[in-house]
C-alpha cells in the first residue's frame, strides 16, 4: 500500500494496481482527490508486467500488447510522475516457439514510409513462422475488417448484444 500524507483532503482508495486501477489513481489525482493505491502484489502493472521464467531465464510479458503500442490511451497513464520510469517501450515482440525458434513482430514500413495502423503490424505478422497460413488468412481477414471505415452516424456498440 502506497501511503500518503495526511493533508485534510478527502481521500479515495483504489484496489488493485493494475492497468484500470493506475488509471483511476491518475483520473482522481488530477481531479484533487488525494489518492491512496492498495496493491497485493510487490507490483505494478497487474496482468500488463513481466516476470523471468525459471526454467527458460528468459523474461515472459503478460498482457504485453498494452506496452506494445496497441493501446494507445494508458500512455498518459503510464507517463505519470509517480514511479513508472521502469516501464521498458518497445516497438518489437519476440515470439519463442518450443525448440528456440524465433518470429519478431513489430511496425514495418514501405521503403520509407511508415504503414498505418493496423497495417504496421501486418508485414512482419505474416512472414513469422510461428503463424500457420489459416492463422495469416484468419489475421488477414481481421486486420481488412478493422480497416472499414465505419458511418459517422453508426448506433453501433462495442458492447456484447
Given at each position: 500500500?502506497?501511503?500518503?500524507?495526511?493533508?485534510?483532503?478527502?481521500?479515495?482508495?483504489?484496489?488493485?494496481?493494475?492497468?484500470?486501477?493506475?488509471?483511476?489513481?491518475?483520473?482522481?489525482?488530477?481531479a484533487?482527490?488525494?489518492?491512496?493505491?492498495?496493491?497485493?502484489a510487490?507490483?505494478?502493472?497487474?496482468?500488463?508486467?513481466?516476470?523471468?521464467?525459471?526454467?527458460?531465464?528468459?523474461?515472459?510479458?503478460?498482457c504485453?500488447?498494452?506496452?506494445?503500442?496497441?493501446c494507445t490511451?494508458?500512455?498518459?497513464?503510464?507517463?505519470?510522475?509517480?514511479?513508472?520510469?521502469?516501464?521498458?517501450?518497445?516497438?518489437?515482440?519476440?515470439?519463442?516457439?518450443?525448440?528456440?525458434?524465433r518470429?519478431?513482430?513489430g511496425?514495418?514500413?514501405?521503403?520509407?514510409?511508415d504503414?498505418?495502423?493496423?497495417?504496421?503490424?501486418?508485414?512482419?505478422?505474416?512472414s513469422?513462422?510461428?503463424?500457420?497460413?489459416?492463422?495469416?488468412?484468419?489475421?488477414?481477414?481481421?486486420?481488412?475488417?478493422?480497416?472499414?471505415?465505419?458511418?459517422?452516424?453508426?448506433?453501433?456498440?462495442?458492447?456484447?448484444g
Open positions: 500500500m502506497i501511503q500518503l500524507p495526511n493533508t485534510g483532503q478527502k481521500t479515495v482508495t483504489v484496489i488493485g494496481g493494475g492497468v484500470a486501477g493506475m488509471s483511476a489513481v491518475c483520473a482522481l489525482a488530477e484533487g482527490l488525494r489518492v491512496q493505491l492498495v496493491e497485493r510487490r507490483y505494478l502493472g497487474g496482468r500488463a508486467s513481466s516476470y523471468v521464467h525459471p526454467g527458460v531465464n528468459e523474461v515472459i510479458d503478460n504485453q500488447h498494452v506496452l506494445f503500442g496497441c490511451n494508458p500512455g498518459w497513464v503510464l507517463s505519470a510522475d509517480w514511479g513508472c520510469g521502469a516501464i521498458h517501450w518497445t516497438s518489437e515482440m519476440t515470439m519463442i516457439e518450443p525448440g528456440g525458434r518470429s519478431r513482430l511496425p514495418s514500413k514501405l521503403g520509407s514510409w504503414l498505418p495502423a493496423p497495417l504496421h503490424g501486418l508485414p512482419k505478422l505474416l513469422a513462422h510461428a503463424f500457420s497460413f489459416a492463422d495469416k488468412f484468419a489475421l488477414a481477414r481481421a486486420f481488412a475488417a478493422l480497416m472499414r471505415p465505419v458511418a459517422a452516424d453508426s448506433c453501433e456498440s462495442l458492447a456484447r
